[in-house]
């Protein structure tokens, strides 16, 4: 087959890994060629990538980032943009098109195989693990242990001046970046977008703690999260020019209302892009190897509209409309056990 690969949405550890896999099972298991499209759908647009080898992808295995570049763009987004990404295709004589990307990315995918624009596989890739149908994005892994680290070194920091961190993580809707990371790290509070805060009862716990005894605090804030209604007065949002909400820097108005409500010093640190950076972990480069080379299958198996998902340690294909557009949220099982070591 002549296959078309991309990397759309936000950048993530494990991406060449994914192409890496797609390129050896194709062309060295198949006898196949696969076409890499740059910069996400937006290559496809203007019919802009390259013919991808096995050397090519060599080293790529724990390199971060993509090799093809990504975007937020999608055809829809232009008057004339299905037509040319279809006259794309065409021109390159794909058979069927593997799209790497997050809810976004995969959105369009389903659209496009829908419109009869391409046949495509999806391989779900978020460091927000908020993808349905599948147990585990590839990325997430890494984004944990980066931030789980940097919580590690906090602590010392923390007890050595008597301070209470408040240190922000990604995770636009669902918190399982701070839900995972503050469990590992061994924080002492953690906000997420799903459980509505109350400052009140969050200054109320730290206070209690540092009583006790407890002279170093560590609260970790998913970007997303937000306070119950009437508790803190929030700025109006802003949105960027793909109608997303603009996100970061709630930790400096809790660590704001911590300071002034317990009088503790308070310190802000902002992990922000140094999630989704460097190298991926090994779990997430074996996750990764998995989903390319069964994207490669679904595609031979004839199974186009499907996404790889991870399920109880297996992959398996399932229905793209069934995974996107549905946020997959922290379980209450995991929040209850996270609440456990909360003061």
Same mark, same amino acid.
């Given at each position: 087959?002549?296959?078309?690969?991309?990397?759309?949405?936000?950048?993530?550890?494990?991406?060449?890994?994914?192409i890496?896999?797609?390129?050896?099972?194709?062309?060295?298991?198949?006898?196949?060629?696969?076409?890499?499209?740059?910069?996400?759908?937006?290559?496809?647009?203007?019919?802009?990538?390259?013919?991808?080898?096995?050397?090519?992808?060599?080293?790529?295995?724990?390199?971060?980032? =993509?090799i093809?570049?990504?975007?937020?763009?999608?055809?829809?987004?232009?008057?004339?943009?299905?037509?040319?990404?279809?006259?794309?295709i065409?021109?390159?004589?794909l058979?069927?098109?593997?799209?790497?990307?997050?809810?976004? =990315?995969l959105?369009?995918?389903?659209?496009?195989?829908?419109?009869?624009?391409a046949?495509?596989?999806?391989?779900?890739?978020?460091?927000?693990?908020?993808?349905?149908?599948?147990e585990?994005?590839?990325?997430?892994?890494?984004?944990?242990?980066?931030?789980?680290?940097?919580?590690?070194?906090?602590?010392?920091?923390?007890?050595?001046?008597?301070?209470?961190?408040?240190?922000?993580?990604?995770?636009?809707?669902?918190?399982?970046?701070?839900?995972?990371?503050?469990?590992?790290?061994?924080?002492?509070?953690?906000?997420?977008?799903?459980?509505?805060?109350?400052?009140?009862?969050?200054?109320?716990a730290?206070?209690?703690?540092?009583?006790?005894?407890?002279?170093?605090?560590?609260?970790?804030?998913?970007?997303?999260?937000?306070?119950?209604?009437?508790?803190?007065?929030?700025?109006?949002?802003?949105?960027?020019?793909?109608?997303?909400?603009?996100?970061?820097?709630?930790?400096?108005?809790?660590?704001?209302?911590?300071?002034?409500?317990?009088?503790?010093?308070?310190?802000?640190?902002?992990?922000?892009?140094?999630?989704?950076?460097?190298?991926?972990?090994?779990?997430?480069?074996?996750?990764c190897s998995?989903?390319g080379?069964?994207?490669?299958?679904?595609?031979?198996?004839?199974?186009?509209?499907?996404?790889?998902?991870?399920?109880?340690?297996?992959?398996?294909?399932?229905?793209?409309?069934?995974?996107?557009?549905?946020?997959?949220?922290?379980?209450? =099982?995991?929040?209850?056990?996270?609440?456990?070591?909360?003061?």
């Amino acid at each position: 087959m002549r296959l078309g690969v991309l990397t759309g949405g936000g950048d993530c550890p494990g991406l060449n890994a994914v192409i890496r896999a797609v390129v050896r099972r194709e062309v060295k298991d198949f006898g196949g060629e696969v076409f890499g499209f740059y910069d996400g759908w937006r290559g496809v647009v203007e019919n802009r990538g390259e013919w991808l080898s096995v050397l090519r992808l060599r080293g790529t295995l724990p390199r971060g980032g =993509t090799i093809l570049g990504t975007s937020r763009d999608n055809p829809y987004m232009h008057d004339d943009g299905p037509a040319q990404a279809k006259a794309a295709i065409a021109d390159r004589g794909l058979d069927a098109l593997i799209v790497i990307g997050g809810d976004g =990315t995969l959105s369009c995918a389903d659209r496009i195989s829908d419109d009869g624009i391409a046949k495509v596989i999806g391989v779900p890739k978020t460091i927000d693990n908020d993808i349905a149908g599948t147990e585990r994005t590839f990325g997430f892994d890494t984004a944990v242990s980066i931030a789980t680290e940097a919580i590690d070194r906090l602590h010392t920091t923390a007890e050595s001046h008597d301070r209470i961190m408040v240190v922000e993580v990604m995770g636009r809707h669902v918190g399982h970046i701070a839900a995972w990371a503050g469990l590992a790290g061994g924080a002492t509070m953690t906000l997420i977008p799903e459980e509505p805060f109350d400052i009140a009862e969050v200054c109320d716990a730290l206070t209690s703690r540092h009583r006790s005894g407890k002279f170093a605090s560590i609260v970790v804030v998913a970007e997303g999260a937000t306070p119950a209604p009437g508790t803190i007065d929030m700025p109006e949002p802003q949105f960027d020019q793909y109608g997303h909400q603009k996100l970061g820097g709630i930790a400096h108005v809790v660590a704001g209302e911590i300071g002034v409500r317990t009088g503790y010093e308070t310190r802000v640190t902002i992990l922000g892009h140094t999630q989704r950076g460097g190298t991926p972990t090994a779990f997430d480069r074996v996750l990764c190897s998995r989903f390319g080379v069964a994207a490669v299958d679904l595609a031979h198996d004839k199974k186009f509209g499907h996404m790889v998902a991870l399920r109880a340690g297996e992959i398996e294909a399932v229905d793209l409309q069934d995974a996107i557009g549905k946020p997959k949220y922290v379980s209450p =099982t995991l929040w209850n056990t996270a609440q456990v070591f909360f003061p």
